[in-house]
């Protein structure tokens, strides 16, 4: 199975800021959107943010105007998390999909503390 690598995440107090990032392996071609999701203890996954590529962006109405998604070719996604709060502490999963295939990356740690 084809995983995305993820890096970034840790620990930030409120109010801090953190970067994640995701690359796609070489072997992965003809990716149209790609974009990050989260998952809270005791909660369902959701989505953060997320690029269609020749479209546009969106994310979640909780993280607008604090979180960026940026992209670096079509093989890597940033996302640049400000003005952090408690309720973002989550895991964080990088998603990627081409027309036949969605990938995931193994998730990374976000907690912020209050």
């Known amino acids: 199975q084809v995983q995305l690598v993820e890096s970034g995440g840790g620990l930030v107090q409120t109010g801090g800021s953190l970067s994640l990032s995701c690359a796609a392996p070489g072997s992965i071609a003809s990716i149209n959107r790609m974009g990050w999701y989260r998952q809270a203890p005791g909660k369902q996954r959701e989505l953060v943010a997320i690029?269609?590529?020749?479209?546009?962006t969106n994310y979640a109405d909780s993280v607008k105007g604090r979180f960026t998604i940026s992209r670096q070719n079509a093989k890597k996604t940033y996302l640049q998390m400000n003005s952090l709060k408690p309720e973002d502490t989550a895991i964080y999963y990088c998603?990627?999909?081409?027309?036949?295939?969605?990938?995931w990356g193994q998730g990374t740690q976000v907690t912020v503390s209050s």
């Open positions: 690029i269609t590529i020749g479209v546009g």
């Open positions: 998603y990627m999909r081409t027309p036949l295939v969605t990938y």
